[in-house]
Nanobody, 126 residues
Framework: EVQVVESGGGLVQVGGSLKLSCAVS????????IGWFRQAPGKEREGVAC????????EYADSVKGRFTISSDSVGNTVYLQMNRLEPEDTAVYYC???????????????????WGKGTLVTVSS
């Protein structure tokens, strides 16, 4: 069974930085995708970034390009989301999710991911 657990959320001021972590276990595939999603109050869940476990390919939502960086450790069991120059609009519950394959054209679709964490709250205060 695939398990996904997020950590690292919290309160940060506008312009500040925060790093989220996602621990993934249970995958038996060589190439899988780990993505970060977020859901702000009253809004739909949206894709933020995604990384391939096999070759490190990454994809980002336009709203976070240049500010957020997704990465993984050498083993591939932990995926990070470094968030810089945070804005109030970044306030949301951030979810980590996993899929058994990486597809650049589909990673941001909610139903593409098959395993989800419970989320961690990020609050950006002004």
């Amino acid at each position: 069974e695939v398990q996904v657990v997020e950590s690292g959320g919290g309160l940060v001021q506008v312009g500040g930085s925060l790093k989220l972590s996602c621990a993934v276990s249970g995958f038996t595939f060589d190439d899988y995708a780990i993505g970060w999603f977020r859901q702000a109050p009253g809004k739909e869940r949206e894709g933020v970034a995604c990384i391939s476990s096999s070759d490190g390919r990454t994809e980002y939502a336009d709203s976070v390009k240049g500010r957020f960086t997704i990465s993984s450790d050498s083993v591939g069991n932990t995926v990070y989301l470094q968030m810089n120059r945070l804005e109030p609009e970044d306030t949301a519950v951030y979810y980590c999710a996993a899929a058994p394959v990486f597809m650049a054209t589909m990673w941001a679709q909610i139903d593409f991911m098959t395993s989800w964490g419970k989320g961690t709250l990020v609050t950006v205060s002004s």
